[in-house]
């Protein structure tokens, strides 16, 4: 009996702590209502942008497969961009908040001219939009643009360069 006992005693210290202390403080039913906000704010923005969603594991694939896509960086230059990016990406930086009308103080001086001149003249052009995660914004303003701007095949990346990263796919910098 005091052989069973010490066992158990033996094993509930060893899952205390084998556990990280936030698991055990963790409420998963509160976890759940982030994860449907960031879901819904998600769903809703490309509702009002008018663009599609491709998945980390479908853009690495077009990638492969050598489909002729271009890829945008929306995040900043000297502080994200050039030390890491999808390979092949271009930059463009686009705010957080909603960028609902152009503003050249958001866009780092940046018309729309500038942004139609890095999309090129071909409509049909299947363009990927990135920041850094799900929650930014900036890959929905860079998409919505795109849409804006009358391009047609427009598809945001929304988990980003993190997601990326996260999958454990090549990144490229600037040198």
């Known amino acids: ?21 936030p698991a055990l403080f963790e409420n998963k039913f509160e ?3 982030e994860n449907e906000k960031a879901a819904v704010k998600l769903l809703r923005e490309v509702q009002r942008g008018g663009y599609g969603v491709v998945t980390t594991e479908e853009l690495k694939k077009w990638i492969d497969s050598g489909k002729e ?12 961009y050039k030390k890491s990016h999808i390979p ?14 152009w503003d050249t103080k958001e866009t780092n001086g940046k018309t729309k001219d500038d942004y139609v001149k890095l999309l090129g003249p071909d409509k049909d052009r299947t363009i990927v939009v990135y920041c850094g995660f799900v929650k ?3 890959s ?24 990326w990263k996260g999958a454990g796919f090549p990144t490229e910098g600037v040198k």
Not at 2 to 21: M, V
Request: hydrophobic share 50%; charged share 15%; glycine share 8%.
């Open 140 to 163: 929905h303003n860079g998409a919505a643009w795109a849409k804006k701007l009358g391009y047609r095949n427009v598809f945001r990346h929304p988990g980003g360069i993190f997601a």
């Open 69 to 80: 896509l271009l890829i945008i960086d929306t995040m900043p230059y000297d502080a994200s």
């Open 31 to 33: 976890k759940e209502v």
């Open 1 to 21: 009996m005091r052989t069973i006992k010490t066992i158990f005693i033996f094993t509930a210290l060893w899952l205390l702590l084998a556990t990280p202390a």
């Open 88 to 101: 092949g990406a271009g930059q463009f930086l686009f705010p957080i908040p909603e960028m609902e009308t």
């Open 136 to 138: 930014c914004t900036r």
